[in-house]
């Protein structure tokens, strides 16, 4: 069974500050690497994928991707109020089937 | 960017019956749709993988009588919940690959089905 791991939460953060979230993965052939934000009721949107080692950064968001360490995480600079949410990191499996296959999620709180 | 409909966005069924989900990727053409189910509180789990005129393919524990899905286009995708049970009440969310992305899935808004 191919599994995404992720700390549930929640993970209080003051206004301004830096949020990390973090998730494991098990398949090691895994290829690409997606963050989702969720709010209650609405489906995910992406908030960025990655797919090489290293980081990649987009605004406020960066993505860091370890794959030795089967690895990734997602920083929030500048956390606001409206990043609060539930974070989904998905997994992109081996293979070619583009299944993507998606960890619990870890709910982020930004306390102004 | 890609957008990807639902339709119906909520819906309530009484127990027994069948209620159809539609998903539509309104500006490009989708080869490969994926129906997802979501229940309060936990992630998403993929339920099958649909490819346009072909059969679909079910997630282990999927039933595939149950939850009938149809690609008969680029553009549409349904799911069937036939013989509707309460415990089937769930989020209903389907997503859509464009052959121009190599990685991104491209999420409809969902389909809340409560079951009474």
């Known amino acids: 069974q191919k599994e995404v791991e992720q700390n549930s939460g929640p993970l209080s953060v003051p206004e301004g500050a830096i949020a990390s979230l973090n998730c494991t993965y098990s398949d090691r052939g895994s290829q690409s690497f997606f963050w989702y934000r969720q709010y209650s009721g609405k489906s995910p949107e992406l908030i960025m994928f990655?797919?090489?080692?290293g980081d990649k950064e987009d605004g406020r968001f960066t993505a860091q991707l370890n794959k030795a360490s089967q690895y990734v995480s997602l920083l929030i600079r500048d956390s606001q109020p409206s990043d609060s949410a539930t974070y989904l990191c998905?997994?992109?499996?081996?293979?070619?089937?583009?299944?993507?296959?998606f960890g619990a999620g870890t709910r982020l709180a930004v306390h102004p | 960017g890609a957008v990807v409909s639902q339709h119906p966005s909520w819906v309530i069924c009484k127990s027994g019956t069948s209620v159809k989900i539609e998903c539509r990727s309104l500006?490009?053409?989708?080869?490969?749709m994926f129906w997802y189910r979501q229940f309060p509180k936990q992630s998403l789990m993929l339920m099958a993988t649909?490819?346009?005129?072909?059969?679909?393919?079910?997630e282990q524990g999927v039933e595939k009588d149950k939850f009938l899905i149809n690609h008969a286009s680029l553009t549409l995708s349904t799911l069937t919940v036939t013989s509707a049970h309460p415990e089937d009440s769930s989020f209903y969310i389907c997503s859509a690959k464009s052959p121009r992305d190599a990685y991104e899935q491209y999420f409809g808004p969902g389909t809340r089905l409560t079951v009474t």
């Open positions: 990655i797919y090489s080692n």
């Open positions: 500006d490009f053409q989708a080869t490969t």
């Open positions: 998905a997994v992109n499996l081996a293979g070619g089937y583009n299944k993507l296959i």
């Open positions: 649909s490819n346009e005129g072909s059969k679909a393919t079910y």
